[in-house]
């Protein structure tokens, strides 16, 4: 039976080019000899065949809900199932996953649904899936590639109240799929290509495809007003005892009284190379884990708020531990020829992109 099985989610906003990274990743991939299997968009097919998800017949909508979720998860496991048989390694991308359904009702009635189906958010979010990759919706940032004409079956429109609420529902998606270990969000960039070949890049990390070191842009810097809506989360950051050259952390990251445990290692294969592997672990597995603490460097503290600003996203990191009131601002997948979109509300004291003083790593070794 394979078990080289990788389960992928393509997500994000209304037109965020989900349908073209789709085709690229089926081509880019099969000719590296995988198998790749792609799952529909269920609400799609949904809305083709007559159903109408803003139907104001509370009863129609949720059972049209339901239905969505029962035949997405059948979907995947069907799929699931086939990829086993297969004597190649498997890829199976999902043009989004079970909990873009939740983005699209209340919360009660998403736990309704899920107990009826015998199922939780905590088993679609944190257990189904290898990876999650959000799209920002082009209606952050890359407004002038906003279109609703490849998608008929898309409620919003393109006035600026369509604009609007395009945004409002990409930051929902990103809010359902917060506690991944290994959500990932994508930017917006002037070359779409460069949108295109990040989605590769974040999928060649899951599969162990050895990438480039490359330098995310960093900053020190002070807040000087109000953030945006963000998702905030309570980062607790050891080291473990590895081998030379090879790094391997634990990271507990807690928002709202939930905690998700990942086990990171990253491997050198070259001097311009590494392999990066995550995995999601258990609390009793973490636990045992600290025990392996590299006594030379300290446990790293820090909340991280994580925004997205006209189509960029960032993450902002104020340590508590084991130097107080360090900011530091990190780009995600800003290209090195872009300029970033600095927020009003960050002032900007230092650049301090690939200064390893910097680094994690570093900050945590003990003085």
């Not at 393509?10 to 081509?27: D, Q, R, Y």
């Not at 873009?100 to 899936?129: C, F, H, N």
Request: glycine letters at 6%; one cysteine or more; proline letters at 4%.
């Amino acid at each position: 039976m394979n078990t080289d099985i990788k389960r992928i989610v393509l997500t994000g906003g209304p037109c965020a080019g989900k349908t073209t990274a789709l085709v690229k990743v089926i081509e880019y991939f099969s000719s590296l000899g995988y198998k790749v299997f792609t799952i529909p968009e269920v609400p799609t097919l949904f809305s083709q065949a007559g159903m109408n998800y803003l139907t104001d017949n509370k009863g129609l909508f949720y059972q049209g809900e339901k239905a969505t979720l029962e035949i997405q998860l059948a979907l995947e496991d069907k799929f699931l199932r086939m990829a086993q048989e297969c004597d190649q390694p498997t890829l199976i991308v999902c043009d989004r996953g079970a909990m873009d359904i939740s983005a699209y009702m209340s919360p009660e009635m998403w736990d309704d649904i899920t107990k009826a189906l015998g199922t939780s958010t905590v088993q679609l979010r944190d257990q189904r899936y290898d990876a999650v990759l959000h799209l920002v919706s082009a209606a952050d940032g890359a407004e002038q590639f906003y279109t609703t004409s490849n998608n008929a079956q898309r409620y919003e429109k393109m006035d600026e109240e369509g604009l609007r609420q395009a945004r409002l529902l990409d930051k929902k998606v990103i809010d359902a799929w917060k506690g991944h270990s290994h959500l990932r969000v994508i930017n917006n960039h002037e070359d779409f290509e460069k949108k295109l070949n990040r989605v590769l890049k974040e999928i060649s990390t899951v599969l162990g495809i050895p990438q480039t070191i490359q330098e995310e842009r960093k900053y020190i810097v002070e807040v000087t007003g109000e953030l945006p809506d963000c998702i905030v989360s309570e980062i607790t950051q050891t080291y473990l005892v590895a081998e030379p050259g090879c790094e391997v952390r634990l990271r507990r990251r807690g928002w709202q009284g939930k905690y998700v445990n990942v086990h990171t290692t990253k491997t050198p294969v070259s001097e311009t190379e590494w392999v990066q592997t995550e995995r999601q672990i258990s609390n009793n597995l973490y636990n045992s884990l600290l025990q392996q603490a590299d006594p030379y460097r300290q446990t790293i503290q820090k909340t991280r708020r994580s925004f997205i600003w006209k189509g960029q996203y960032f993450e902002l990191d104020e340590f508590k531990k084991p130097v107080d009131g360090l900011m530091i601002l990190e780009t995600k997948g800003v290209a090195s020829d872009e300029s970033v979109k600095f927020p009003p509300f960050i002032r900007v004291i230092e650049d301090i992109t690939g200064n390893k003083r910097y680094y994690n790593y570093n900050i945590a070794l003990c003085k």
